[in-house]
């Protein structure tokens, strides 16, 4: 089945640096690549998400990159804010169901 | 507000109880998923039902089961309660499923189970 893995687990960067977090996944099938963004004790919210026919798509200060051929994809987020800090998951569409990254824990320090 | 409501929003019960989680998606939404979200842990697939109809089955116990109403709710039932099951439980719900090229799916905010 599919297999997502995420990294890293957890992140700092100071305010107005870029973020870069990054998935790989096994299914060479999959075909949609959600990311959501998770505050503590609060339910998942989709940012952005791709579909195996792009390889990017943007969306104000984030961004999404699809490799296809290598598996991977990653998300990245510009002029990062104190607001930005969360979890976000990384999410791969394998055979009927969303497979989810573990999490990376994005701190951004004013 | 993602339009997915979830009840109740905090549970508290011993072990070896049942209890029944509901959901009610998004209008219009017609699969619904459920998750199970341990603590500093991801989201773990538990199972999926599209229009009544169970359609896609991830690491769900024996012990936990779930169903979709014609109204389209949902409820999971947990019964025989171990204290590892304490956690987060969320629904999300989707237009149609993730045939084809994948749905978006929208969470709603989580039902917090603890087992004593």
């Known amino acids: 089945g599919e297999n997502v893995e995420q990294h890293p687990s957890t992140l700092s960067v100071q305010e107005g640096d870029s973020a870069v977090i990054k998935c790989t996944y096994s299914?060479?099938?999959?075909?949609?690549f959600p990311w959501y963004k998770q505050e503590l004790g609060k339910r998942p919210q989709l940012i952005i998400d791709?579909?195996?026919?792009?390889g990017e798509k943007k969306d104000q200060r984030i961004a999404v990159t699809l490799n296809k051929t290598a598996k991977h994809f990653s998300l990245h987020i510009t002029e990062t804010q104190p607001e930005d800090s969360a979890v976000y998951f990384c999410?791969?569409?394998?055979?009927?169901?969303?497979?989810f990254g573990t999490g990376t824990r994005l701190l951004v320090s004013p | 507000d993602s339009g997915v409501t979830q009840t109740p929003k905090h549970l508290i019960t011993a072990t070896g109880q049942r209890v029944t989680l509901r959901c009610s998606p998004r209008?219009?939404?017609?699969?619904v998923y459920w998750y199970q979200q341990s603590l500093d842990q991801g989201l773990q697939f538990l199972i999926q039902?599209?229009?009544?109809?169970?359609?896609a089955k991830g690491n769900i116990l024996e012990r936990f089961s779930a169903q979709q109403f014609p109204d389209l709710h949902s409820e999971l039932n947990l019964s025989s309660l171990e204290l590892g099951d304490s956690a987060l439980y969320f629904c999300?719900?989707?237009?149609?499923?993730?045939?084809?090229?994948?749905?978006?799916?929208?969470f709603g905010p989580g039902t917090r189970l603890t087992v004593l």
């Open positions: 209008s219009g939404d017609l699969s």
């Open positions: 791709i579909r195996s026919n792009v």
């Open positions: 299914d060479s099938a999959s075909n949609y």
């Open positions: 999410a791969a569409k394998g055979f009927q169901k969303l497979v």
């Open positions: 999300a719900s989707s237009p149609r499923g993730l045939a084809g090229g994948g749905d978006t799916q929208y």
């Open positions: 039902y599209y229009n009544g109809e169970e359609r």
